[in-house]
T-cell receptor, first 111, second 111 residues
Framework: EDQVTQSPEALRLQEGESSSLNCSYT??????LFWYRQDPGKGPEFLFTLYSAGEEKEKERLKATLTKKESFLHITAPKPEDSATYLCAVQAQGGSEKLVFGKGTKLTVNP | ETGVTQSPTHLIKTRGQQVTLRCSSQ?????VSWYQQALGQGPQFIFQ???????GRGNFPPRFSGLQFPNYSSELNVNALELDDSALYLC??????????FGSGTRLTVV
């Protein structure tokens, strides 16, 4: 069964304090790994898709990387507006096209 | 380009009642997926429709059912509501099973 585990569950940073979020996954053939940002009471907002080990993608202060077993979301010099829950999801090859999500990491950036 | 819109945004129902949630796909998208997100959890896959046919189902009982219409909008129906059905229900659309865009969700409270 496909599984996604995210750590830590919650992370509190000072503005400008860089850190990384972890997403460990088990999947029977990875089609894609997705990162989403979710604000309270809202739907997930797409950030990145990674397809193969070694791939990296960047967007503003965020950088996502992928290995065969895990993905990291690096946050450089975060700002208070980066506060949100960050969700990781995997999509397996073949069969249903569902996304399997982790529980997320709740990030709080204090000014 | 319009995004994914869901209605209603909030809903309160009594245990045992039935509910219908609606989703309008992003323009040009032919695939709709529904997810249930309990408080503090990641979204859980309910089912997916691709060109009006069901294309995969998660571990949800038959009282969760759905439809996709020729214009690719969709409905999620839940019969015999239980207290545990209280959650944020998310709709996501995509074109040919790639790149999911989520709506803001419907917050369902069962009392």
């Amino acid at each position: 069964e496909d599984q996604v585990t995210q750590s830590p569950e919650a992370l509190r940073l000072q503005e400008g304090e860089s850190s990384s979020l972890n997403c460990s996954y088990t999947v029977s053939g990875l089609r894609g790994l997705f990162w989403y940002r979710q604000d309270p009471g809202k739907g997930p907002e797409f950030l990145f898709t990674l397809y193969s080990a070694g791939e990296e993608k960047e967007k503003e202060r965020l950088k996502a990387t992928l290995t065969k077993k895990e993905s990291f979301l690096h946050i450089t010099a975060p700002k208070p507006e980066d506060s949100a829950t960050y969700l990781c999801a995997v999509q397996a090859q073949g069969g249903s096209e569902k996304l399997v999500f982790g529980k997320g990491t709740k990030l709080t950036v204090n000014p | 380009e319009t995004g994914v819109t869901q209605s209603p945004t909030h809903l309160i129902k009594t245990r045992g009642q039935q509910v219908t949630l609606r989703c309008s796909s992003q323009s040009g998208h032919n695939t709709v997926s529904w997810y249930q997100q309990a408080l503090g959890q990641g979204p859980q896959f309910i089912f997916q429709y691709y060109r009006e046919e069901e294309n995969g189902r998660g571990n949800f009982p038959p009282r969760f059912s759905g439809l996709q219409f020729p214009n690719y909008s969709s409905e999620l129906n839940v019969n015999a509501l239980e207290l545990d059905d209280s959650a944020l229900y998310l709709c996501a659309s995509s074109l040919d099973l790639y790149g999911y865009t989520f709506g803001s969700g419907t917050r369902l409270t069962v009392v």
